[in-house]
């Protein structure tokens, strides 16, 4: 029988694992707990061709994107499975242009208790509802699900 050494924990407590492997393409010093990165949805390729093109058209992100806590991540998968087109084309808009207005589809908030919070209708009764930083460029998801009757007010 042989022992292995345990496995030092780096700077952030993860035990054995460089935090390039842990957050993917995107630096995480921007996640603050309990904060987590948004699920990224899958590519969906059955051919070489289809991966290719899929491949193309997701593009590199430009924003982190992220879930305010693991609950509102766990909604987002949820949304993932029920409308994984609508999800995923919501994902895309968050990565690349979340502060550009869609009529009826993406739009910010108005009034003083939704200040710098935006909708997002994934579908005729799903949501998301997140803040972006534009100075980090962060967008913080703060509900994805249901369409509430009211507004959820962000962090």
């Known amino acids: 029988m042989t022992h292995s050494s345990p496995k030092e924990p780096n700077e952030e407590g993860n ?14 010093s921007l996640v603050i707990p309990p904060e987590e990165q948004l699920t990224t949805p899958p590519i969906t390729a059955d051919t070489e061709e289809n991966f290719a093109e899929e491949a193309t058209k997701v593009p590199a992100s430009t924003w982190l994107v992220v879930a305010k806590n693991r609950r509102v991540n766990r909604d987002w998968e949820a949304l993932l499975v029920r409308a994984p087109e609508s999800a995923k084309r919501c994902y895309q808009d968050l990565c690349t242009v979340p502060m550009v207005r869609k009529p009826k589809r993406v739009f910010p908030l108005k009034g003083k208790r939704y200040q710098g919070a935006w909708e997002y209708e994934v579908t005729s009764s799903d949501r998301v509802f997140y803040v ?24």
């Open 15 to 28: 035990v054995g694992q460089p935090e390039e492997q842990l957050t993917g393409y995107i630096s995480s």
């Open 132 to 155: 972006p930083d534009e100075e980090k460029r962060k967008v913080l998801v703060y509900y994805a699900g249901k369409h509430p009757k009211t507004a959820p007010i962000p962090p």
